[in-house]
Structure formats: C-alpha cells, structure tokens
C-alpha cells in the first residue's frame, strides 16, 4: 500500500541519481549500475609473469606496494599498477576512477606510466582491464595478464588484462527493487513504531490501564478503536483549518463592505473595551500619543509616561 503511492516519488528520485554524475569506481550505463569500489583492496592484488616477475595491482586507489624506481613523479599521481622488473619498477598507469561500458563488461584504461624502455621517447606504461560479470566467482576473483606489448618482458610498455567478479555485474534492477524493499521495510517499521507508542498512550491516559495492560494489544477491534482516536483527532484540526479560513474570508467581505458591518463591529469593539480593563488601558496609551502629537512636543522614548494620558 505504502510503496504504491511512494513508488512514483522514489523513481524520481532514482532517475534523477543517475542523472547526476557517476561517483568514482562506478557506471550508470542506461538502467544498469556498476560499482567496482568493492575491488579497492587494503592489500594488492598479485600474481607472476611468464617470465617470472611479480605483478602488482589494485583498483581505483594506489598500490599499497611501496614503488621502487618507477620514473613516475609522485606529483603526477597513484600508480595503480606495477610490475616488479630487475632494474626498478615498471608502473602500468596511474589510478584511473572512470569506467566505461564496453561490450558487455567494464574497462578500466590507465596511462601514464613508466617512460617504456627501448621505444620512442615519451611512451609511457599503459594498461587495459576488462572487468567480466561472471556471478559464480563469488569472492572479488583475480586478474589474468591476456597479452602484453611488446612481448619481450623487460620491454613491455601495454598491458592487456581481464577480471572476471560478481562485482563486474550490473546491480541497477537489483538495486532498484532492493531499495524498494527496504524502503517498504523502513516505512512498516515506522509505522509499527508510532502503533506501538500511540497504543501504549491510549491504554494509559484514555483507558488509564496499567502495568501489562497498557501493552499494545495486536487485535482487530483494538486497532479500529485507535484508528478512530487518530481520525478524530485529525477530522477536529480539519475542522480548526476551515474555521480559520472561513474567518479570514468574513474579514475580506467586511473590508469590502463597510458600511452596515462598521457599525456593528465599532459597537462590538466598544463593548469590548467597557467590559475589559486591559483593552482600556490600551486605549489609554493610545490617547497619549495622540495628546503628545497634538502638543507638540512629543515625550522621547525613554521619558517617563505621560500623566495626560490618564482620561
Ligand atoms: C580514464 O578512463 C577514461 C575511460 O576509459 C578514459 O577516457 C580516460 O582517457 C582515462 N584517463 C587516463 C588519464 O588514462
């Protein structure tokens, strides 16, 4: 019933979310979420080259390996890769938080790296990876090198790798039926809350039970008697409102029509006065700021109050 009528409102919200731009480490694609910051480890992930070196990697933040001799300035940014070489360490990219959907998995495309050895001058490391949904790795799975260029280890300068994780597969369906539920379990609990607490006043202060009795009582009857409490309550502020805009609107017509209603409410407001001692006195303070106007020389703020305004 409840995520009925809030279902419209939470779309919105929804869409307007994936409207905004994506938060690092995650894609809107169409009606799909990717989120790969699950895959941020506090440890890197490693395994070996064919050749024998140590790779290390991470996603969307910095090796935790301490980089050795990269020829990467640590101004320029986070490595977020490197391969353990003889001579120092080969960075493969700096951290690169963008995703980009690509034929039914994610890339994540990291640049300037290490400046490549034995090529042109200003090739710098870079790499590819390819994030694949794959639903029976359930742990955050591992990296595989596919292809490296040039081949020759201590040479190579492109890195291509795949991922195969549950974390790589869209959660936006999931997501949105997800928040649904909780939604829907966060507004039941609300309301089984404010049941509880309003039975539990009602028991006590209009039953005057005691004691257990003034537990809530999960009965039919019991809940159309509060049912009918909180109607009355709110039918009585319903009336409160239409009276009050109803006398706002009988101002308006008096001022439209002064004539007849002048009278009236003139001899009203002298009755008024003769019967209240307070609206007299208030007249009084009125007549001395007319007296005071009419003399001429008008009391300051801070003089004492004026005897003549005493009728
Ligand atoms: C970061 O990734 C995006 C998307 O793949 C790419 O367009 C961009 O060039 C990358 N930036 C760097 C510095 O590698």
């Excluded at 400046?115 to 639903?135: A, E, H, Q, V, W």
């Excluded at 742990?139 to 790589?168: F, I, M």
């Excluded at 805009?245 to 009988?250: D, N, V």
Aim: charged share 20%.
């Amino acid at each position: 019933m409840v995520s009925c009528n809030l279902r419209p409102s939470l779309l919105l919200l929804l869409s307007a979310s994936a409207f905004a731009a994506d938060k690092p480490c995650t894609l809107h694609d169409g009606d799909k979420f990717y989120d790969l910051s699950a895959l941020k480890a506090s440890k890197d992930y490693q395994f070996r080259t064919d050749g024998g070196h140590t790779f290390y990697l991470n996603v969307c933040r910095a090796v935790t390996t301490d980089p050795w001799n990269t020829g990467v300035d640590e101004k320029e940014g986070d490595i977020a890769g490197l391969v353990r070489r003889d001579h120092g360490d080969f960075a493969i990219g700096l951290v690169n938080t963008t995703l980009e959907a690509k034929e039914g998995g994610l890339m994540l495309r990291q640049s300037n790296g290490s400046p490549c050895t034995g090529l042109d001058s200003g090739l710098r490391g870079s790499s590819t990876i390819r994030f694949i949904c794959d639903t029976s790795v359930y742990a955050a799975g591992r990296p595989v090198l596919l292809a490296q260029w040039p081949s020759e280890e201590d040479k190579a300068c492109n890195y291509e790798l795949e991922w195969r994780t549950h974390y790589a597969c869209p959660t936006g369906e999931r997501g949105l039926f997800g928040g649904l539920i909780v939604f829907c379990m966060v507004m039941a609990t609300i309301l089984l809350m404010s049941f509880v607490v309003i039975s539990t006043l009602y028991n006590r202060f209009v039953l005057r039970l005691s004691g257990y009795d003034q537990m809530p009582k999960f009965t039919f009857s019991h809940v159309r008697e509060i049912w009918d409490v909180c109607s009355e309550f709110l039918r009585s502020m319903l009336d409160l409102l239409v009276a009050q805009s109803r006398s706002w609107r009988s101002k308006g017509y008096g001022n439209l029509n002064p004539t007849s209603h002048h009278w009236t409410s003139r001899e009203e407001e002298e009755a008024m006065i003769a019967s209240d001692p307070l609206e007299m006195e208030s007249e009084g303070v009125h007549v001395t700021a007319e007296v005071e106007l009419q003399d001429g020389h008008p009391h300051g703020g801070s003089g004492p109050p004026s005897e003549e305004g005493v009728v």
